[in-house]
């Protein structure tokens, strides 16, 4: 079976999509970075908290958004949510993960089968996922927080 | 109005049941907050709702099913879809099963807001 992998204009949707949701969250604009391939599967600036969403239909692969803590706790403020638990931290990672790649089937369509989000805590922690194609990081800044997307699919 | 909240996520659940309270939607109780389809749908037939606000992709039995089992369980309630799923096709599809209004995530406050308001009118 054939795969194509995105390209720059597929991944422009998903550097979109960040400056939208922080844009509407906060009423500030991330600073999206130019996004690269990644040598590995991981960038090198790899956060602490990490919410995948498993996509499938006519695409394979992943969308990957991990965040600093601090980053989520700041969202978590400004949405007036006062439990600042891990299990809070992971349940808004996931539901960013979840926003980014809602948002790209405007620009996909709706054979973009998107998963509920698998949210994990650590660092060190590997994304067990197939490796689907070549995967890109999009490294953003939001106020003084770095965090970023890896964004790892190919169309079928 | 009698509200229930549909959402995978507690933050967003959380957030709904927040904003629910602002004077300009009147008196509003909160009858249920499910986390998937299968949850809605057991708290709909015994809290009967008659205002919703339903995630789309979800574990168990995800949004655009249990809107179709809804319309069927509570004809008279009325729908809103909060999803990022942001795809015409999606929509339509909601709508055409039973939901009355259709709100992207991520939203501010306000729009919320406007979204029940109008779908109470």
Redesign the interface.
């Known amino acids: 079976m054939t795969c194509r992998e995105l390209g720059p204009e597929d991944i422009s949707i998903f550097s979109d999509a960040i400056c939208e949701y922080f844009e509407t969250t906060s009423g500030e604009k991330a600073q999206v970075r130019s996004a690269y391939l990644l040598e590995g599967d991981y960038p090198e600036n790899w956060n602490d908290f990490h919410g995948i969403i498993p996509v499938h239909g006519d695409f394979t692969g992943t969308v990957c958004f991990s965040a600093p803590k601090q980053l989520l706790t700041h969202v978590l403020m400004l949405m007036g949510d006062s439990s600042y638990s891990d299990a809070a931290h992971l349940d808004l990672v996931g539901e960013i993960a979840n926003t980014l790649s809602g948002r790209a089937r405007k620009h996909f369509g709706e054979m973009m089968k998107i998963s509920p989000p698998v949210a994990f805590l650590g660092k060190h922690e590997k994304i067990k996922t197939s490796r689907a194609g070549r995967p890109y990081a999009i490294p953003f800044t939001w106020r003084t927080y770095e965090a970023g997307l890896v964004v790892n699919l190919c169309t079928l | 109005m009698r509200l229930m909240i549909v959402d ?5 659940r ?2 709904i049941a ?1 904003l629910a309270n602002n004077p300009r939607l009147g008196k509003v109780d909160i009858v249920g907050l499910a986390g998937d389809g299968e949850q809605a749908l057991a708290l709909a037939k015994s809290k009967r709702p008659d205002v919703i606000t339903m995630d789309l ?3 168990k039995l995800d949004g655009e099913a249990c809107i179709s089992e809804l319309a069927k369980l509570l004809p008279d309630a009325h729908i809103l879809v909060v ?5 015409r ?2 929509a339509l599809r909601a709508i055409r099963n039973g939901a009355h209004g259709f709100l ?5 406050d306000e729009d919320l807001l406007n979204s029940l308001v109008e779908l109470c009118k």
């Open positions: 995978d996520s507690m933050i967003i959380n957030r927040v992709t979800m574990p999803s990022a799923l942001s795809d096709a999606t992207l995530k991520p939203f501010r």
